[in-house]
């Protein structure tokens, strides 16, 4: 039995031996982010141009916009965010040409990119090939003589509305939500859909989010009735050309897929085209606002396959504050805290979902006006503190620390710096570990005093405060 039990142990440091290698050779451990994403949900081009300034002066390494392609219309152009009119309208394509009347033109587009080149900051778009809208009588004429038909747009089961999410033909076959799946296999539509993003490309844009990536076969997955391979993924990343189109500057972009955690996902194999949303960190960090406490595990675990390096972080997307309205209920105070942490971390890649701007618990929608600037939250002094920490922390390496009993959260990284959450409503007196240098230290927003003396640091911290110093 003995010798069993060392053969078990011997067997399981092999095993972890090669999960370390592994993860070494997807990224290396020792590697840190320091990029951050400002999510300009709904802004308009020209908003988003007139706000760079702020936006840079912020700490934002990049601004996402909603989808730049022409898009349905619906209740005759109205222009509320949900109502008369749907911020759900720019996710649903129509043809894959710049500028839709939600957003701004082609020129405004081009203009928006030149001011966020100006200011130091990227542009990444939001791009959705996997689907058209309900209305397939909407799609334009010029996308359907392109892909060679209305019979040669969609998949075979593309009309069809999925009905099993983790059986991976039906997900990738099948209409998301009931919007009909295009054909992405199809090399005519590849060809049409690649001049709209490197037209993007040579516009300005440095990036790209793909929409319901998951919903795009990958090369092991189940082939539809229509298709001869899933090479999809090859020809958007630039590893094959398309009709002897290529994607342009591959080598500088950034890319990243919403693929959706669930059973069944190929998680490793998407990851070797595109970095990836953490959507179960995500849950984690809610889970602990909405608690306010934490602990260890769900602070640090990742809750993902792929190296941490390649994932985007959040503390809620556009899709949890809209779809089931699950993050809505989160003040804006609780959805800062949760930035802090997700921004003062080693690694992911955080973005900041621009709500709408007046926005209450009560009144999800705010002032509910497509094009308009989302509230003012994206730069609140808390915000641009730890956007700022996290640029000046880059190279230095984590160590988190869980206080009192979970309602602190405490982020050093290395020897140069220090962010701190309080997450309850309460005053919280902490006394904890720290390799600062022994001296007095203030707070960067608050300029509150903390005290490094003897590997201790000690302070009193406000309620639902965040505090960065280094």
């Excluded at 992405?184 to 490309?201: C, G, K, R």
């Excluded at 160590?399 to 140069?416: E, F, T, Y």
């Excluded at 000690?458 to 110093?469: C, H």
Aim: hydrophobic share 35%; with cysteine; proline share 3%.
């Amino acid at each position: 039995m003995r010798i069993l039990f060392y053969s078990i142990v011997a067997a399981v440091a092999l095993l972890f031996a090669f999960a370390v290698k592994a993860q070494e050779k997807c990224c290396k451990p020792r590697v840190t982010n320091d990029a951050t994403i400002l999510h300009a949900w709904c802004w308009s081009f020209n908003t988003i141009k007139e706000n760079m300034k702020d936006i840079a002066a912020a700490g934002y390494t990049y601004v996402q916009t909603s989808p730049a392609n022409t898009c349905f219309v619906g209740e005759d152009g109205g222009m509320q965010i949900f109502g008369h009119g749907k911020w759900y309208y720019h996710y649903q394509p129509c043809d894959w040409k710049i500028g839709n009347y939600q957003l701004g033109t082609r020129d405004e587009f081009i203009a928006m990119c030149a001011e966020a080149k100006k200011n130091g900051v990227k542009v990444l778009v939001d791009v959705l090939p996997n689907h058209t809208g309900f209305d397939t009588t909407a799609v334009a004429e010029d996308f359907i003589k392109a892909v060679g038909g209305r019979e040669n747009l969609y998949h075979a089961n593309g009309l069809n509305p999925i009905k099993d999410y983790n059986d991976r033909w039906d997900c990738t076959t099948g209409g998301v939500g009931g919007l009909p799946d295009v054909n992405t296999e199809n090399p005519d539509f590849q060809h049409y859909f690649m001049l709209y993003v490197n037209d993007l490309i040579a516009c300005g844009a440095n990036g790209f989010r793909y929409d319901t990536a998951k919903h795009i076969g990958l090369p092991s997955d189940p082939l539809d009735a229509k298709s001869k391979q899933n090479d999809f993924w090859d020809v958007a990343m630039g590893r094959k050309p398309v009709k002897g189109l290529t994607l342009a500057n591959k080598d500088s972009l950034f890319i990243y897929g919403e693929v959706l955690q669930d059973r069944n996902v190929k998680e490793e194999e998407y990851g070797q085209y595109f970095g990836m949303c953490a959507s179960n960190y995500g849950g984690a960090i809610r889970h602990i606002l909405e608690t306010r406490t934490a602990n260890l595990d769900q602070v640090t675990n990742w809750q993902h396959s792929v190296c941490p390096a390649k994932l985007t972080t959040w503390v809620e997307s556009h899709d949890t504050y809209c779809n089931a309205n699950e993050s809505a209920s989160l003040t804006d105070t609780q959805v800062r805290l949760g930035w802090v942490i997700i921004t003062a971390r080693q690694n992911g890649i955080p973005l900041f979902y621009s709500r709408p701007d007046g926005r209450t618990p009560e009144n999800i929608w705010g002032n509910n006006l497509m094009g308009a600037k989302g509230n003012d939250e994206f730069k609140h002094p808390e915000v641009v503190a730890v956007n700022k920490f996290r640029k000046a922390m880059n190279g230095e390496f984590e160590k988190v620390s869980i206080l009192n009993d979970g309602k602190v959260v405490v982020i050093a990284r290395g020897n140069k710096g220090v962010a701190i959450v309080n997450l309850s409503t309460e005053t919280q007196e902490i006394n904890v570990e720290t390799a600062l240098a022994d001296k007095k230290y203030k707070d960067v927003v608050y300029g509150d005093k903390f005290t490094a003396k003897k590997g201790k640091l000690t302070a009193k911290l406000a309620p639902e405060k965040s505090y960065i110093i280094y």
